[in-house]
């Protein structure tokens, strides 16, 4: 075997089994269901979100996460596609599923969430949480990050 060959098939090995290309990317799953995310854990990542993109993967989404259980309304200012926004507990149940949220690019957008404390918002593509049988009560895992 040629040594460029012996070398492609280490490093094919090497990412297949060990991830030595890196840390995975943090995802949140509900049992085999999984999203790569982003994490907005700074007021400003939370303020930014997935405002002015103008497309979202399929299998991505943004998870922001509060320091405390609050209570916190999401809306579409200036966001271009429409999405599922998903308010988890601090035991990373879901409390609250709001789907298919319009942009917004007015002035005054309508706000969303629930009366209760949320840790956690996960926002996907619309139609994900339907496509994926997501609903209140589900637990979510999260892999590849601390929080």
């Known amino acids: 075997m040629k040594k460029q060959q012996m070398i492609g098939i280490i490093i094919l090995g090497c990412f297949f089994m060990s991830g030595c290309f890196g840390p995975n990317a943090p995802q949140v799953c509900f049992d085999e269901?999984?999203?790569?995310?982003?994490?907005?854990?700074?007021?400003?990542?939370?303020?930014?979100?997935?405002?002015?993109?103008?497309?979202?993967?399929?299998?991505?989404?943004?998870?922001?996460?509060?320091?405390?259980?609050?209570?916190?309304?999401?809306?579409?200012?200036?966001?271009?596609?429409?999405?599922?926004?998903?308010?988890?507990?601090?035991?990373?149940?879901?409390?609250?599923?709001?789907?298919?949220?319009?942009?917004?690019?007015?002035?005054?957008?309508?706000?969303?969430?629930?009366?209760e404390s949320c840790r956690y918002v996960l926002e996907a593509n619309a139609g994900w949480a339907d496509a994926n049988d997501i609903s209140i009560g589900d637990r979510a895992e999260f892999n590849a990050m601390d929080k």
Do not use: H
């Not at 907005?40 to 989404?61: P, V």
């Not at 990373?92 to 942009?103: G, H, L, S």
């Open 33 to 115: 269901v999984c999203l790569d995310v982003e994490l907005a854990l700074t007021d400003a990542q939370q303020t930014q979100g997935l405002q002015y993109r103008e497309s979202l993967k399929r299998d991505k989404g943004m998870l922001f996460v509060f320091g405390e259980p609050s209570q916190v309304a999401f809306w579409m200012k200036n966001t271009l596609i429409s999405l599922d926004i998903i308010w988890l507990d601090q035991r990373k149940k879901i409390i609250y599923i709001e789907k298919n949220t319009p942009p917004c690019l007015q002035e005054k957008c309508p706000t969303y969430g629930p009366a």
